[in-house]
């Protein structure tokens, strides 16, 4: 069994970034500090830095996020960055998607835990959730997968008009720049690199926002998204 690394003091800034929620925030660190580190969900090397480069970077996403949308963490993994984000905005309706049973697991247990009643977990690829779960206004994704492959995931799960938001590094520009063609062809109707988290996380968070229009998806998945219309209508006959 893998040890779990020694949790360091919150930083100031968590009190400010996380205000009333604060204590929930750092019982959610405990969890993947501990069993998140005994599940194999998060290595031990993270722990020390779990604040700084894993929880707050997360949060500071809802600088990015509408206000009262809806929301669905593709690859929501040990939850980031799906629980920071329901920490600091309740008025959020959030989906957090995650194929691998012994994650959701973990994840409706900190849902439970923490009294996230506007979260739901649902276990599944993005690829395969097309009609399963109702279209987004927002999609939101950390570390999953380069950006052509991600957006040809989350783009399909949104609303017309709707936007992803990809927390991504130092590569942002680069992938956005080697994505584009994909992204026209998913009905991407405009791209922008945006920071958050400005002095509160060093560096800043970089957030690439991919936006839809009217077709998310585009051509490819016009005939799948109609077919999901038409199967949902005659499941509600029923």
């Not at 194999?40 to 779990?50: F, K, Q, T």
Request: hydrophobic share 45%.
């Amino acid at each position: 069994m893998t040890e779990a690394a020694e949790l360091p003091p919150a930083p100031e800034g968590a009190r400010t970034v996380f205000g009333e929620y604060f204590p929930e925030a750092v019982r959610y660190a405990e969890l993947l500090a501990d069993a998140g580190v005994k599940r194999g969900l998060i290595g031990p090397r993270e722990v020390p830095r779990l604040w700084e480069r894993h929880l707050l970077n997360c949060a500071v996403l809802s600088e990015v996020v509408p206000e009262n949308v809806t929301v669905c963490d593709v690859g929501s993994g040990a939850g980031l960055p799906g629980i920071p984000l329901a920490l600091v905005r309740r008025d959020l309706r959030l989906t957090l998607l995650e194929p691998l049973l012994r994650r959701t697991n973990f994840l409706q247990e900190v849902v439970e835990l923490l009294g996230l009643d506007h979260v739901t977990i649902e276990r599944g690829r993005a690829e395969e959730m097309l009609g399963k779960v109702p279209p987004v206004h927002v999609v939101t994704a950390r570390a999953v997968a380069p950006l052509d492959r991600l957006a040809g995931w989350g783009v399909p799960l949104l609303r017309p008009y709707g936007e992803m938001l990809a927390l991504k590094g130092d590569t942002a520009e680069e992938e956005l720049k080697g994505a584009r063609a994909a992204l026209g062809k998913l009905g991407v109707v405009d791209t922008s690199i945006l920071k958050a988290g400005e002095g509160i996380v060093d560096p800043p968070a970089t957030v690439v926002r991919v936006e839809v229009g009217e077709s998310p998806g585009g051509v490819r998945f016009a005939a799948k998204r109609a077919k999901a219309a038409r199967t949902g209508r005659t499941r509600r006959r029923r």
